[in-house]
């Protein structure tokens, strides 16, 4: 998944004005009929949910638009450039590279943004008449377009964003609660790239979507593993769910949750301080239910959090803090 690029674009240049005389038998001198260049075409960026990554900009990262065409005699105006559109993911973020500062934040379908404008057409001599100057033998060149070099950077629009160690389940979780067809297998790392999917509860024509976000280890933070690349993708989520693996016991729980708090800290305070419960997978590997419940106990004393329980492998418990969930959005706490 490609979901940072930087690409360098240029609005058209502005069209010249044209130097022109209509001469007679009775005005030798001539009147000026030279006319205006047209205005270069603009860059603009525009959302589709068509598009996922930022491949074809990593392929291609120069763009230009049309340049406006230069005027004629007979006081004829040069057509003005075409505006270049490029299509981008919903979810873009735009920054210009040399100012730093974000252009535009498009999250909604079919959002548009100039991100440079076409340099306007020059003047032609018939619109340099004056009193003083009737016959004016100059035009003015078109100006140039404006360049930019931009950086996209994409962050998936999501509600919940599944927040686990390697391994801990979530790609299983996303597959059974949503129509997402994550890879899962027995080592760490299977799920590569940021994937989303859509649920929907029964009776209801709320969609909640739920983004997997790659495993997280220490140091993610600060770029070790996968971590780091992704951990942007949840910044716009509502709801975070910490999934956890309940066979480690309560001191490998313990010690992976602070890992991941940790690391949520250490990335982004905001995204640190979003509301989240914790989601104890794999009950399917615990014979003993008074060992889930004493369990549950301690970390729901210990966090103050909510607490749910599930088997993201048979579906246990899943229905369970799926309701929580979607009475949460229809209520709108959170």
């Known amino acids: 998944m490609i979901d940072e690029v930087k ?17 007679t038998k009775v005005n030798p001198h001539g009147t000026p009929d030279g006319g205006n260049g047209g205005d270069g075409g603009n860059v603009i960026l525009r959302t589709t949910f068509d598009k996922s990554s930022f491949l074809d900009f990593k392929a291609k990262p120069h763009y ?36 730093n500062i974000i252009i535009g934040d498009l999250n909604l379908l079919n959002q548009e943004v100039t991100v440079a404008r076409g340099g306007r057409g020059g003047r ?14 100059h035009a003015s060149t078109g100006e140039n377009g404006e360049d930019k070099t931009l950086l996209l950077e994409l962050r998936l629009l999501a509600d919940v964003g599944l927040i686990g160690k390697p391994n801990s389940g979530k790609s299983t ?6 129509d997402a067809r994550s890879r899962v297998g027995e080592y760490e790392f299977t799920t590569v790239d940021p994937v989303l999917g859509a649920y929907m509860y029964p009776g209801s024509d709320r969609h909640i979507i739920f983004a997997d976000i790659p495993g997280l280890i220490e140091g993610a933070s600060s770029g070790r593993g996968l971590g780091f690349k992704f951990l942007r993708h949840i ?39 979003k509301k989240r419960i914790l989601l104890l997978n794999k009950i399917d590997l615990i014979k003993d239910k008074n060992e889930i419940k004493e369990v549950v106990k301690y970390f729901s004393d210990h966090t103050g959090q909510t607490v749910f329980t599930c088997s993201a492998l048979n579906g246990d418990g899943v229905d369970i ?8 959005f229809e209520t709108d706490k959170v």
């Open 7 to 23: 690409i360098y674009i240029k609005g058209g240049n502005g069209g010249n004005g044209c130097i022109s005389f209509h001469r």
């Open 64 to 99: 230009k638009a049309e340049s406006g065409k230069s005027g004629g005699s007979n006081n004829r105006s040069g057509a003005n450039g075409a505006n270049l559109i490029l299509i981008v993911p919903l979810g873009t973020i735009i920054k210009d590279v040399n100012s």
């Open 124 to 137: 032609g001599n018939a619109s340099f008449v004056s009193q003083k100057n009737r016959y004016p033998k």
């Open 173 to 178: 979780l996303l597959n059974r609660i949503t």
């Open 235 to 273: 910044k716009r989520t509502s709801l975070l769910i910490i999934l956890l693996d309940i066979s480690k016991g309560i001191s490998g729980i313990k010690d992976d949750l602070n890992v991941l708090l940790d690391e949520l800290s250490f990335y982004d305070q905001d995204v640190f301080l």
């Open 321 to 328: 803090f799926l309701e929580y969930i979607f009475r949460m």
